[in-house]
């Protein structure tokens, strides 16, 4: 696997939607490859960072907390 196929790969992983396999051959690419490995690390915190921010609805207005879920759940359907 390259790091092109990695990346195409990441987002699926980081959400453990990938078969047995597929996964393997994914972690055994970051863990040879600090440039992937690093990007699934910033993924991964950008993605813990949403995820807080966004059950702190009490400081968002709630039409926006709404929007912004439903965009999320867009992406990942995508």
């Excluded at 490859?33 to 009490?58: A, N, P, Q, T, Y």
Aim: with cysteine; aromatic share 4%.
């Amino acid at each position: 696997m390259d790091c092109d196929d990695a990346l195409v790969e990441l987002e699926a992983y980081l959400d453990a939607e990938l078969k047995p396999e597929l996964r393997r051959d994914v972690e055994s690419h970051l863990v040879g490859c600090s440039h992937c490995f690093d990007r699934g690390e910033f993924r991964k915190r950008l993605r813990d960072i949403v995820r807080r921010k966004c059950s702190e609805v009490g400081d968002l207005p709630p039409a926006v907390a709404t929007r912004i879920r439903a965009a999320i759940i867009t992406i990942r359907t995508d």
